[in-house]
Antibody, heavy 122, light 107 residues
């Protein structure tokens, strides 16, 4: 069975940095694009960033472009999100999600982790 | 960015009802549309991809359809476990965008 486990969430002050990680198991991690999706308290889902298989393409939401960096380590089956210049608006539960499409095919997100909580507050 | 507008934002229904949720894209997304279900405290669950293809393991009372840039999620014979929030998402292009969600509550 496919599993995704996020980690790294914390309470941080505005302007600080944080690195989130997602450990994958149960599938050929390097065959699939991966994404980060966040959900603020009582809010809807917001796609944050995605990275293609082989890391050839990385994409970001406008709200995080220039501040967040997505990366993947296929050997370790892990996904990361380096977040800089955090603001209270970045406070959310951050989910790691697997794209259903294999290789360069895009599809819905068929597996999600339980999320890791980021709170940005002084 | 492509905007996904869901309607209604919430409504009440009874077990056994047939319910419909609509999602309209601000521009063409082909059939690159997914539907998700989220219950409180849980991660979203993929129900439908490619606008009308049921994800493996999802009950057949869920169905999806497309008409141009309008998409519909239908739940036939609503069950107690279906009371949740539903989101549409386009994956036609980046940034991927979600609808604002539709909460289905018990009447």
């Amino acid at each position: 069975e496919e599993y995704l486990v996020e980690s790294g969430g914390d309470l941080v002050q505005p302007g600080r940095s944080l690195r989130l990680s997602c450990a994958a198991s149960g599938f050929n991690f390097d065959d699939y694009a991966m994404h980060w999706v966040r959900q603020g308290p009582g809010k809807g889902l917001e796609w944050v960033s995605g990275i293609s298989w082989r890391s050839s393409t990385v994409e970001y939401a406008d709200s995080v472009k220039g501040r967040f960096i997505i990366s993947r380590d296929d050997a370790k089956k892990s996904l990361h999100l380096q977040m800089h210049s955090l603001t209270p608006e970045d406070s959310a539960l951050y989910y790691c999600a697997k794209d259903r499409g294999r290789y360069s095919t895009s599809s819905g997100f068929d597996h999600w982790g339980l999320g890791t909580l980021v709170i940005v507050s002084s | 960015a492509i905007r996904m507008a869901q309607s209604p934002s919430s409504f009440s229904a009874s077990t056994g009802d047939r319910v419909t949720i609509t999602c309209r894209a601000s521009q063409g997304v082909g059939s690159y549309l997914a539907w998700y279900q989220q219950t409180p405290g849980k991660a979203p669950k993929l129900l439908i991809h490619a606008a009308s293809t049921l994800q493996s393991g999802v009950p057949s009372r869920f169905s999806g359809s497309r008409s141009g840039t309008d998409f519909t999620l239908t739940i036939n014979c609503l069950q107690s476990e279906d009371f949740a929030t539903y989101y549409c998402q386009q994956y036609y292009t980046y940034p991927r965008t979600f609808g604002q969600g539709t909460k289905v509550e018990i009447k």
